[in-house]
């Protein structure tokens, strides 16, 4: 399912998610332009989540490099499909989201979110030496609290049928609980192994939704009700 926009937002382009969108792709298109030199940038900046579990016998210094990571990484993606689709979906739900939260709190959610996700990442293979980059564990973050914060909004969607893609609309409760519900399926489905062999972090992907359940509406103020009409005689 591609979503297309949301019934939630009053307004698309909203401060932080703005500027979310603009530094993810200014980072991909620095990669772009480095081509086959990207690679030191990749691995400086990626999370490894073995890395991150032996930090008890790293220097401090070296240790404070590697927690970056859970930060860092999310700004890197592994090709054009990577960042459209996760950008795609900050672009949808993010707004909406900001809108309740704030600029200063819906960027600290936002990295807090991302920082989760790479922990889901790291218990689920604590051993694993391949990078974990990408923006989705965040973005997941915002999906979750986007499921709490709005179940009853309206995701018009663009759904892939062979040969006719119908556009509809879906409850915004059910489209992510069904996303949610195929995250959590295929990280079952790939097994312990899974972590430590690269492709999707469904993990990733699982923890960071469940973080913005959690969080979001600790995080939400309340919705602006509508003044009432006065109708004079």
Same mark, same amino acid.
């Given at each position: 399912?591609?979503?297309?926009?949301?019934?939630?937002?009053?307004?698309?382009?909203?401060?932080?998610?703005?500027?979310?969108?603009?530094?993810?792709?200014?980072?991909?298109?620095?990669?772009?332009?480095?081509?086959?030199?990207?690679?030191?940038?990749?691995?400086?900046?990626?999370?490894?989540?073995?890395?991150?579990?032996?930090?008890?016998?790293?220097?401090?210094?070296?240790?404070?490099?590697?927690?970056?990571? +859970?930060?860092?990484?999310?700004?890197?993606?592994?090709?054009?499909?990577?960042?459209?689709?996760?950008?795609?979906?900050?672009?949808?739900?993010?707004?909406?989201?900001?809108?309740?939260?704030?600029?200063?709190?819906? +960027?600290?959610?936002?990295?807090?979110?991302?920082?989760?996700?790479?922990?889901?990442?790291?218990?689920?293979?604590?051993?694993?030496?391949?990078?974990?980059?990408?923006?989705?564990?965040?973005?997941?973050?915002?999906?979750?609290?986007?499921?709490?914060?709005?179940?009853?909004?309206?995701?018009?969607?663009?759904?892939? +049928?062979?040969?006719?893609?119908?556009?509809?609309?879906?409850?915004?409760?059910?489209?992510?609980?069904?996303?949610?519900?195929?995250?959590?399926?295929?990280?079952?489905?790939?097994?312990?192994?899974?972590?430590?062999?690269?492709?999707?972090?469904?993990?990733?992907?699982?923890?960071?939704?469940?973080?913005?359940?959690?969080?979001?509406?600790?995080?939400?103020?309340?919705?602006?009700?509508?003044?009432?009409?006065?109708?004079?005689?």
């Amino acid at each position: 399912m591609i979503p297309l926009r949301d019934s939630e937002a009053t307004r698309r382009l909203t401060l932080a998610n703005t500027i979310l969108i603009v530094a993810n792709i200014a980072v991909f298109a620095l990669e772009v332009k480095l081509g086959r030199h990207a690679g030191p940038i990749l691995a400086r900046y990626a999370m490894v989540p073995a890395q991150v579990t032996r930090l008890r016998f790293a220097a401090p210094q070296h240790a404070l490099a590697t927690l970056a990571t +859970l930060i860092t990484a999310t700004f890197l993606h592994a090709g054009f499909f990577h960042i459209a689709g996760n950008l795609l979906y900050l672009f949808i739900f993010g707004p909406a989201v900001e809108e309740r939260f704030g600029a200063p709190r819906y +960027l600290f959610f936002y990295f807090s979110a991302a920082v989760a996700a790479g922990l889901a990442m790291i218990a689920m293979g604590p051993n694993s030496i391949v990078p974990v980059i990408g923006a989705s564990g965040a973005i997941a973050g915002v999906l979750g609290a986007y499921f709490v914060l709005y179940p009853r909004g309206r995701i018009t969607t663009i759904l892939p +049928l062979l040969i006719i893609w119908p556009m509809i609309d879906i409850s915004a409760y059910f489209y992510l609980l069904f996303w949610f519900g195929a995250q959590l399926y295929a990280g079952i489905m790939a097994g312990a192994q899974g972590p430590l062999l690269g492709g999707v972090a469904w993990w990733a992907h699982v923890g960071g939704f469940l973080f913005g359940v959690a969080l979001g509406p600790m995080l939400a103020r309340a919705r602006a009700v509508p003044a009432r009409r006065i109708r004079r005689a």
